[in-house]
Structure formats: structure tokens, C-alpha cells
């Protein structure tokens, strides 16, 4: 796998930009706010409900 969900989402959103659409399919609208910066995968999921496996493997589909 090439993303962890120990990355940032602005580090996912810099280095592969085709996934911004699918955090957007699993609720994660504020890709673009400033504590995406900072702010792991798996601490995103957290906050936001989301199971941090199905979205990994989403990610990851979604750069292959």
C-alpha cells in the first residue's frame, strides 16, 4: 500500500490528488482546511465516524 493512515491528509491530497474525491464520497469535505495539515488519516476517521481500513483501501484503489 502506498498510503498509511499514518500520513497527513495534506500530505495525501499533495502527492496523490485523485484521491481528494474519494475523502470527499467518505464525508471528509474540509480536505483544504488548515488542521488537514496536521491531521492523521486514522485521527481524521476518528472525528469523523469512518472506518480508517475501508478508507485506506479506498485510497489505495484509488492510486493503483
Known sequence: ???LKEM???EVVRNYP???DV???FGMGCV???SAQAETIEE???VHGIDV???IKALN???R
Open 1 to 3: 500500500m502506498k498510503i
Open 8 to 10: 497527513t491528509i495534506g
Open 18 to 20: 485523485d484521491c481528494i
Open 23 to 25: 475523502l470527499f464520497s
Open 32 to 34: 483544504g482546511c488548515p
Open 44 to 46: 481524521a476517521s476518528k
Open 53 to 55: 481500513e475501508k478508507l
Open 61 to 63: 484503489d484509488a492510486v
